[in-house]
């Protein structure tokens, strides 16, 4: 019986194709975006605009797209949007990033829900990311978690306009047409 092989960050980087990622030990295609997803991400990231500056403080927010992060030998995948606290991310890295974020966000796609929903979820638990926020486009849906006492706690669901303050950035009012823009 052969030992199964599990790919790690060097045969994500050896790949010819630049949208793949590396889940549980396999360098997979990432799905197709669509407009919906594309938009609502774009839409998402000016949204979250007045935490992206630094101060003399140290304070604000790091913010990336479609970015790549090693959580583990056998994990790397690449996350819609993530943030890091600049206090734990004075300066941005020129490399692959190691440092878990401390927000992610996913755009869910038809077809890679597992992966947003069951394996990324998971995944972050472990490596202790605080907040994680999915995204459902076509339903006009925002399910934001937070990781407290160890496990996953709904913090707020948001469906068609509604608007609400949702940590880590409650300093802000999230509006949800702001976010997926007219129907």
Not at 108 to 127: A, C, W
């Amino acid at each position: 019986m052969e030992a199964l092989k599990l790919d790690t960050l060097n045969d994500l980087l050896l790949s010819p194709d630049e949208r793949v990622e590396l889940i549980n030990g396999e360098v997979v295609p990432r799905a197709m975006a669509r407009f919906a997803h594309g938009r609502a991400k774009n839409r998402m990231a000016l949204s979250l605009g007045p935490f992206d500056s630094g101060d003399e403080s140290g304070g604000g927010w790091w913010f990336a797209t479609e970015i790549s992060v090693a959580y583990e030998a056998h994990e790397c995948p690449t996350h819609d949007l993530a943030g890091w606290r600049r206090e734990r991310l004075p300066q941005p890295p020129d490399g692959v990033i190691e440092l878990p974020p401390d927000w992610v966000c996913e755009i869910v796609s038809p077809g890679n829900d597992k992966k947003d929903t069951v394996i990324l979820p998971l995944l972050l638990k472990r490596h202790q990311v605080p907040d994680y926020w999915l995204i459902w486009p076509e339903q006009r849906l925002l399910m934001a978690y937070r990781l407290l006492g160890g496990d996953w706690r709904v913090m707020a669901t948001l469906e068609g306009s509604e608007r609400a303050r949702i940590p880590p950035f409650e300093a802000i009012e999230l509006d949800l047409d702001a976010v997926f823009g007219g129907r």
